[in-house]
């Protein structure tokens, strides 16, 4: 397995993307709040929205929810 790091999604096409954004869909009010804070679920919908486009047939998209 090899991890990559990129800006919301990998190059091309992978069987497998993890994905643990920040996760209140507020507006951050601090600088350190940047890394929990998702204004309108921005990130969230984007993450959703190109998830089918860059995985491979059979691929899956894993969204870490904090418990």
């Known amino acids: 397995m090899k991890v990559l790091d990129a800006d919301l999604f990998p190059e091309g096409r992978t069987p497998l993307i993890v ?3 920040p996760w ?9 709040e940047h890394a929990i804070y998702d204004p309108e679920s921005r990130m969230l919908r984007g993450f959703l929205d190109g998830l089918a486009a860059h995985l491979t047939p059979g691929g ?5 929810f904090p418990i």
């Open 19 to 21: 994905c643990n954004p």
């Open 24 to 32: 209140l869909p507020a507006r951050p009010s601090s600088a350190i």
């Open 60 to 64: 899956e998209g894993w969204r870490f």
